[in-house]
């Protein structure tokens, strides 16, 4: 989980300072209190998310069913409830059918995608690339015992190092990857104009108290997951829309705003290495390149995104940390997985 990271190295750091003998505050009382209680707490709220990853890792099916669930129960209230009440003009109505069935049939594409796809591990990797990698003094995983890619993390559900790794999601019992994170992505997106188009109606056809053809318990339901998942969905859709835009992910982008701010306290001024710019990251999440683009990434498709996940574009000239390869090593690497996939 990303939310651990920050938690547990802030653990470590307490660790390290209480066996110093020292404190925030100096050696003084208070200053070894704060210390005591501030680690209390820390390890409070860790034992409460390791109960989280333990719910995730065991009950993956059940958060599953659970999505499905709601998906379909909102779909059956507009076409049974909703549908029935809207326009009687036969244009009107065809239009809304339509719409609703494009976003339903997007919603479960992309979810039924989210779960299905791996999202790329090191596990795939043969020893070529262990061999290249060892060359280079590339990141070793002390959990997986094998050479660990740039921007590759560690998941302690999936117990696996994961390319590309944004965070694992529950709703979908994988982990949000290189191969299916444009499917995520285009997930909450459908599912927050779907869930705001199903609220919309839903609230129309409560306002009209004789268009109620069916229990108005399924509608009053329907509404108020609708509108739920709109707000939530609508925040983490702009959050990941921001990720992707900056070729970020959720674990890179805390460890970059911690590497931003260490930078700046020299006077310096920090840049993603990853950063091609705007236009240039969305093609690369979504691998859609050519005349129409932006609006070819909307369009879902079953073939697998190209690339291994290994080697990631590098904008030249940026200011900051880069790790250079040789050709040489990037080629074997290359080769190596496209050996395995």
């Given amino acids: 989980m990303a939310c651990l990271l920050p938690l547990r190295s802030r ?4 660790e390290r300072k209480r066996s110093a003998g020292s404190s925030i505050h100096g050696n003084t009382g208070s200053g070894k209190r704060w210390l005591s209680l501030a680690s209390m707490t820390d390890q409070m709220l860790l034992a409460v998310a390791n109960v989280a990853e333990a719910s995730m890792k065991y009950g993956g099916p059940v958060y599953i069913a659970i999505g499905f ?16 009440s809207l326009n009687p003009d036969l244009f009107s109505r065809a239009l809304h059918f339509g719409l609703g069935a494009v976003l339903f049939c997007n919603i479960l594409f ?18 070529g690339y262990h061999l290249a990698a060892g060359r280079d003094s590339c990141r070793f995983c002390k959990h997986c015992r094998r050479a660990k890619p740039p921007l590759a993390h560690h998941c302690s559900v999936c117990n696996t190092c994961v390319l590309r790794m944004d965070h694992h999601c529950p709703w979908m019992n994988n982990c949000i990857g290189f191969f299916n994170y444009r499917y995520f992505i285009l997930f909450v997106l459908y599912l927050f104009v779907g869930s705001g188009y199903a609220a919309i109606t839903a609230w129309r056809c409560l306002a009209d108290a004789h268009s109620i053809v069916h229990p108005f318990l399924v509608l009053v339901s329907s509404f108020a997951i609708s509108t739920s998942a709109c707000f939530s969905v609508g925040l983490l859709s702009c959050w990941h829309v921001y990720l992707a835009l900056t070729a970020q992910s959720t674990i890179d982008f805390l460890k970059n705003w911690g590497s931003a701010r260490e930078v700046k306290q020299q006077g310096k001024t920090w840049h993603n290495p990853y950063n091609l710019g705007p236009v240039a990251n969305w093609q690369e999440v979504f691998d859609v390149h050519g005349r129409f683009w932006w609006i070819l990434w909307l369009v879902p498709k079953l073939q697998m995104k190209k690339g291994t996940g290994v080697a990631s ?29």
């Avoid at 669930?69 to 029935?84: R, T």
Wanted: charged share 10%; net charge negative; aromatic share 12%.
């Fill in 11 to 14: 653990l470590f750091w307490l």
């Fill in 69 to 84: 669930g709601l998906i379909l129960m909102v779909a059956y209230a507009y076409l049974y409830i909703v549908f029935p």
């Fill in 110 to 127: 992309n979810y039924c995608m989210c779960i299905f796809t791996k999202p790329g591990t090191t596990a795939l990797l043969n020893e």
């Fill in 313 to 341: 574009p590098v904008k030249l000239g940026s200011q900051g940390i880069v790790q250079l390869h040789d050709e040489q090593t990037l080629n074997a690497r290359e080769l190596a997985m496209h050996q395995m996939l």
